[in-house]
């Protein structure tokens, strides 16, 4: 029998919630270098293990090691197992945006940032894990968050995305999706809104889309474009 090891790991306080009650077998999604998706019944519904080289998902465990552990996955009684390696909780960390003022910035990053229209058919448009519809579609309910928008444009998605996700998108998609409802986020959204916000300038602004487009191959410009929606609806 192998011997068990134990490995702290970086996740938010939803997810080490989660990952409490009786142990439930996890369906693999996904294996990849960098990360390793699964189902569960739990939280919005995927937990993905990572490594350090993974963009830190609001669904995520974020371990150490930049080799991954694998095997069957058992989530619950406060850890996550993959295989003979047990995961607990480590470092607690927030993935809830915070509130944000009216951006400054707005008309810079515009010019980079091609306009969107948000509506109903973004919803599982586009192929891969997360389509960019989807994607579009959690930028922009970050962004309400972060803005305080209380506009029936917002109100709307939040519908959406509680009553179809599951039947329109992929699994990870429609988890993600949830978190976004919630305001939660990855760390280069946030990084973004930061920038759109402040007064440092145009440098700080190309840093910011710069690290938030090379979020996936097509994600991270269409999260951008979800956020300047939000940007001009708050402006």
């Given at each position: 029998m192998a011997t068990m090891?134990?490995?702290p790991a970086c996740m938010t306080p939803r997810i080490r919630d989660a990952i409490t009650g009786g142990p439930v077998e996890a369906t693999v999604l996904g294996?990849?270098?960098?990360?390793?998706?699964v189902a569960v019944p739990r939280a919005f519904g995927v937990l993905a293990i990572l490594s350090p080289a993974a963009v830190r998902l609001p669904c995520g465990v974020q371990v150490l090691d930049r080799q991954l552990p694998v095997g069957d996955v058992v989530v619950g009684d406060g850890t996550v197992r993959v295989g003979s390696v047990v995961i607990r909780a480590g470092r607690v960390v927030s993935a809830r945006v915070?509130?944000?003022?009216?951006p400054r910035q707005l008309a810079e990053v515009q010019r980079v940032v091609a306009p969107v229209d948000i509506d109903a058919g973004l919803l599982g448009r586009g192929p891969g894990l997360t389509p960019?519809?989807?994607d579009v579609l959690a930028g922009y309910l970050v962004g309400a968050t972060a803005y305080g928008s209380t506009d029936q444009a917002a109100d709307d998605v939040r519908r959406l995305v509680e009553s179809q996700a599951a039947q329109c998108t992929t699994t990870l998609s429609a988890a993600l999706l949830r978190h976004a409802a919630a305001g939660e986020t990855i760390p280069q959204v946030s990084g973004l809104l930061?920038?759109?916000?402040?007064?440092?300038?145009r440098h700080s602004l190309d840093r910011a889309l710069a690290d938030l487009h090379a979020v996936g191959h097509t994600s991270g410009a269409a999260l951008a474009s979800g956020v300047v929606a939000a940007a001009r609806m708050a402006a």
């Open positions: 090891r134990t490995k294996r990849f270098p960098a990360a390793l998706y915070a509130r944000r003022p009216v960019s519809g989807d930061d920038a759109l916000g402040g007064s440092e300038g």
